[in-house]
């Protein structure tokens, strides 16, 4: 396979370079919003964490989305209160702020309208705003801080919301070794990245997932090439993704489509979580949605690229 050219000669050809960035990707580099209130973020870590939210205070947020571990539970399929297990694997909070909808059929627009499903959901936390808001304001520590960071809603479903939100808004992955390539750091990433992401282009990849969360701003079906349903077998309601929102054929086993930015942190893969590693999701990706069989030194090349995507959070940790 040809290595791609090295970037000073690619600057000295002019291609794809303006000033100390490089221009015309798929990709661009993440960045945080600076205009967040840290002490919003602050108070939306601590109900993030906290299990009070949850019908029998047994589950946080954090349960099914354990920033240690890539922002995910690593289960196939989650599992809420009393054990019940859940039909979807969880994916990342973390970069869910570049998300263009929320959830895998997208039936949330924001992150505060997300942080309400979960809650009444009765497999994942089965409590609602009238039971777990007075909990909360028996808290002197909320009572307080929402007074004073929130003194127009003081304690209320919406501001419950826009904190947890707030704080989800932070945890953004920057300084990632492709990002910093990007940016016109040529020695951040080796050879091999720069194959992989060759190779990821080329193949189409990127048509999907592309933009700063490299996915997550566009739906697509499971299976343009092959009926990936028909072939895993055991159907699902949840297979049928987009279509459970808006009833319309056309949205059928169409899901948005996943951040790579963690992805080589977040095992299990797929809506289903049917891919245990990272290897037989690039390969049954490339087989479903491309018509492709990549080979073994194929697959570990686009690996490598991904990994190059895994970047720093700020407001990571418990």
């Known amino acids: 396979m040809r290595a791609l050219l090295p970037l000073p000669l690619l600057l000295l050809l ?6 100390p960035h490089l221009t015309d990707e798929p990709i661009s580099p993440l960045i945080t919003d600076p205009t967040l209130d840290p002490a919003r973020i602050e108070l939306g870590r601590r109900l993030f964490h906290d299990p009070r939210l949850s019908r029998d205070a047994s589950i946080s947020c954090a349960f099914c989305h354990d920033l240690a571990r890539g922002g995910v539970d690593q289960r196939p399929v989650s599992v809420g209160i009393d054990g019940r297990q859940g039909p979807l694997n969880a994916p990342t ?53 929402f007074a004073r960071y929130y003194p127009k809603e003081g304690l209320s479903a919406t501001s419950v919301a826009h904190a947890i939100a707030e704080f989800e ?15 016109g750091n040529w020695d951040a990433v080796d050879q091999r990245v720069l194959q992989g992401y060759r190779l990821f282009k080329s193949y189409g990849c990127s048509n999907c997932h592309q933009g700063r969360n490299v996915g997550g701003n566009l ?17 699902s309601n949840a297979d049928l993704g987009r279509y459970n929102v808006t009833g319309d054929p056309r949205d059928l086993h169409t899901f948005k489509v996943p951040s790579l930015r963690l992805a080589s942190l977040t095992p299990p893969y797929f809506h289903d979580g049917s891919q245990p590693d990272l290897d037989s999701a690039v390969r049954n990706m490339a087989r479903y949605q491309l018509g492709r069989d990549l080979d073994a030194d194929e ?15 700020l407001y990571g940790g418990d």
């Open 299 to 313: 697959v570990a090349l686009i690996i490598e690229f991904i990994g190059s995507l895994v970047g720093q959070t």
């Open 14 to 19: 002019g291609i794809a370079v303006a000033g």
């Open 169 to 183: 808004r932070s945890l953004i992955t920057t300084n990632a070794p492709f990002d910093r390539y990007l940016r």
């Open 93 to 145: 909070v973390y970069n869910s702020a570049y998300n263009f909808v929320q959830f895998w059929d997208g039936r949330s627009k924001s992150l505060e309208g997300q942080v309400g499903e979960p809650i009444h959901n009765p497999v994942e936390m089965d409590s609602n705003w009238e039971q777990l808001l007075p909990r909360l304001a028996a808290d002197p520590d909320y009572r307080r801080d």
């Open 219 to 235: 739906f697509q079906p499971m299976g343009v090439m092959r009926d990936y349903f028909a072939e895993r077998g055991n159907p």
